[in-house]
């Protein structure tokens, strides 16, 4: 059974960092591009950033890009989402998926499998 399961989300003050990981089990990451997504209440699940298998290539949504930085430790099987600068705006529940497509994608409809989600709160 695919699980994966996010944690390190929480509340903070703007401009404060948190570091978000994804820990799979069930399926080898290596074997897949990943995402994470985010939803803020009231409004749809939209696109943060994706990384191919091997971590070569990397790609950012505009709101978070030169802020937030995607890796992954193939040898955990986990994928990490650092954050910083946070703002209020980038308040939500961050997910993280798979993609078996062979590049990174920001489309969710792309993503297999999907975490349960982390809350992340950034006041003012």
């Known amino acids: 059974q695919v699980q994966l399961v996010e944690s390190g989300g929480g509340l903070v003050q703007a401009g404060d960092s948190l570091r978000l990981s994804c820990a799979a089990s069930g399926l080898t990451v290596s074997g897949y591009v990943m995402g994470w997504f985010r939803q803020a209440p009231g409004k749809e699940r939209e696109f943060v950033a994706t990384?191919?298998?091997?971590?070569?290539?990397?790609y950012y949504a505009d709101s978070v890009k030169g802020r937030f930085t995607i890796s992954r430790d193939n040898a955990k099987n986990t994928v990490y989402l650092q954050m910083s600068s946070l703002k209020p705006e980038d308040t939500a529940v961050y997910y993280c998926?798979?993609?078996?497509?062979?590049?990174?994608?920001?489309?969710?409809?792309?993503?297999?499998?999907w975490g349960q989600g982390t809350q992340v709160t950034v006041s003012s």
């Open positions: 990384i191919s298998r091997t971590g070569a290539t990397r």
């Open positions: 998926a798979t993609s078996r497509r062979y590049s990174g994608s920001s489309h969710s409809s792309d993503y297999d499998y």
